[in-house]
């Protein structure tokens, strides 16, 4: 089984390579990345000598790059992680997002058409479903809640399903989509609320919560997507979605709480700013239909994967202070100066 890999220098992307790896010694992982300011080849450094294992520098925008490497591998799958993935981002420049997110998936897929394909596999979130009201805590998002984005990237991450799901329909692709909720663990770029938060603290610097902070996510260990994209690739229907979550559901101002309780940091670090445009209120998925079907359940408690986290951050400075001290610095400038 040879598998294509997008967006695998991320820090989803990276850990399911790990978990792929890992758990398939005989699968031969070729990880597709072209190194954005999120991709960070460092983290593929511990299987960078694997055998199995190949990195390859190019855009899922480039279709001859595309081609090329379809005609040296002939994949069985193409798992793409492959995003412009943070809301803020998009909010300042949409560009990137449409030309990444969507165009790149079609890409993908045509050379998915040309040269053949067991399957290909769309990672997707629960953000395409837009948000919940938080005084409707019996609502959650099933496969079939109707598409309603916020933001420029659930648009483009929206749009990309409604192609994935069209290339299906009329040219017999053989596709999946899951939708996670909110991942947490290693390698997560710390631009995204829970790396920065431990980062910041880690620092005294001021741990900016937008709003009031009761804003809901519904965090899960990224292991536990991994191991659900796993089933989804070798298990799952074709041409069907699935809907990966584990009923964590977590106000932001908790979260920050808690990072500051664990690391013994003052609450007065934390600095309400102004709010996100556009900002989803809750995100909550039912995971029933992956769980019926694939006998998916999440395994690592909140309780624990936060533990396990603020640990690996604590142990993983040499990972993220490169990142933190380099144009990251003007990022965060730009983008927290004047909230
Ligand atoms: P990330 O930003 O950490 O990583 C994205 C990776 O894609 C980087 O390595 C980057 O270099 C690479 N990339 C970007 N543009 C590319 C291009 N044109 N060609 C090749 N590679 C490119 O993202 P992540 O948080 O790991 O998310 C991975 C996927 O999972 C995304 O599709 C995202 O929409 C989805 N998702 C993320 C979450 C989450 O909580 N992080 C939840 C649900 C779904
Ligand atoms: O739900 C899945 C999505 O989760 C993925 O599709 C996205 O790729 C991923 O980035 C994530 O999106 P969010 O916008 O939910 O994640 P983020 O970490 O940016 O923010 C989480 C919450 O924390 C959100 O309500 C905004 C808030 N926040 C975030 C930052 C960075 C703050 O209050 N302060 C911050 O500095």
Not at 201 to 216: C, I, M, S
Request: net charge negative; glycine share 6%; with cysteine.
């Amino acid at each position: 089984m040879t598998i294509i890999v997008t967006g695998g220098a991320g820090f989803i992307g990276s850990n399911f390579i790990f978990h792929m790896l890992n758990k398939y010694p005989d699968y031969r992982i070729i990880c597709l990345d072209c190194l954005t300011y999120a991709g960070n080849l460092s983290t593929l450094e511990p299987v960078m000598d694997n055998p199995n294992f190949r990195f390859v520098k190019e855009s899922i925008t480039d279709r001859a790059a595309v081609e090329k490497l379809f005609e040296e591998e002939h994949p069985d799958m193409v798992v793409n992680f492959a995003a412009e993935s943070h809301v803020d981002r998009s909010i300042e420049n949409p560009q990137v997002f449409l030309d990444t997110n969507i165009i790149g998936t079609s890409v993908l897929m045509d050379a998915c058409r040309k040269y053949g394909i067991k399957r290909y596999h769309q990672v997707s979130t629960d953000e395409v479903y837009g948000d919940l009201p938080l005084d409707r805590p019996d609502m959650f998002f099933t496969e079939t809640t109707p598409i309603h984005t916020s933001s420029p990237y659930s648009s483009s991450k929206a749009g990309a399903d409604l192609l994935v799901l069209a290339y299906h329909r009329t040219y017999g692709l053989p596709v999946s989509i899951s939708r996670c909720s909110n991942n947490y663990g290693p390698y997560h770029f710390p631009e995204k609320l829970i790396p920065l938060m431990i980062i910041n603290a880690l620092h005294d610097k001021p741990l900016p919560v937008y709003g009031e902070g009761l804003n809901v996510r519904d965090w899960l260990y990224v292991e536990d997507h991994c191991k659900a994209i796993d089933l989804v690739i070798h298990n799952g229907r074709v041409g069907e979605v699935y809907n990966i979550g584990g009923h964590n559901e977590m106000r932001n101002i908790d979260i920050v709480k808690l990072i500051c309780k664990e690391l013994g940091k003052p609450e007065s670090l934390i600095t309400y700013v102004t709010d996100r445009k556009g900002h989803d209120m809750r995100y909550a998925i039912d995971p029933t239909k992956i769980h019926d079907e694939l006998g998916w359940l999440p395994e690592t408690k909140f309780a624990d994967g936060i533990k396990k986290t603020i640990k690996w951050y604590l142990d993983n400075e040499s990972w993220w202070e490169p990142i933190v001290s380099g144009e990251y610095q003007n990022y965060y400038e730009k983008m927290y100066a004047n909230r």
